[in-house]
């Protein structure tokens, strides 16, 4: 049984634990957290030990996560200072580079970026991983096995990790979701068949899509009949600039990323 240690409590953590709960992973789970309310919270709903000491936490890691906010990362390795040799170390810090992270401690371990969803908490989460250059192939499988337990995996280059950060969030869809169900009750559509109807436009569309061996360019000739009334909504949306308000707020998520990486 491998240990598998959290730094930071926070909502990633939450997610991932419960979709390794729900995977009924057998890895012994310990969480580091300066809020001790939230370490009581994760040890009640999860089960997972909990542990307020630091360095304690990180002694036992078969696998150690950083999962704090970016801007909380340099401070975080300055205060763990050494961790045993050849330490694996993976970090969900958005815009953080592996350079920038194998600077921060007294002594050389060995890295990994991750990018989960935390739709994993369903098992249906979808993971991004990147490597130093200098891990092992048997290091680099242990860490793409540990986060299929709660989804898909794809391994990516770090240099295009912040667009995959900006474009992967659940916020798309869930924001999707919710315009269109408000654009819908403000044209007479009662609330709850409002929602239900934007869902099944958005989720069981892609579903259907990811699910079968149909191109998404003829699912969509075909869902939007030339003429017809989805053809003349999508038309309608483009030219009000749906499509350059997504290409802008992709930008926007780069470029916050990329401050991440600077700080």
Partial sequence: MNTAVFLGGGRITRALIAGLRLAKSEDRIVVHDRHARKLRQL???YKVIAESNLHRAVEQADLLIIAVRPASVAELLHQIGEVRRG?????LAAGVPLAKLGAGLK???LWARAMPSP???????????TFDRKLPGTKRRAIKKFFARVGKVV??????FDVFTATFSCSHGYHAVATLA???QAEGLEPRTALMAAAHALAD?????REGAIPLDRLLHEAATPGG??????TSMRDAGHDRAVAQGLRAGIARARRHSKG
């Fill in 107 to 109: 002594v050389p371990a």
């Fill in 229 to 234: 009334i989805a053809a003349t909504v999508m």
């Fill in 119 to 129: 739709v994993c908490r369903s098992g249906h989460g979808f993971t991004a991983v």
């Fill in 182 to 184: 408000k654009a819908a």
């Fill in 205 to 209: 569309g892609i579903v259907a899509w």
């Fill in 87 to 91: 330490t694996l170390i993976v970090s």
């Fill in 155 to 160: 391994e990516i280059p770090e240099s295009q």
């Fill in 43 to 45: 040890r009640q709903d």
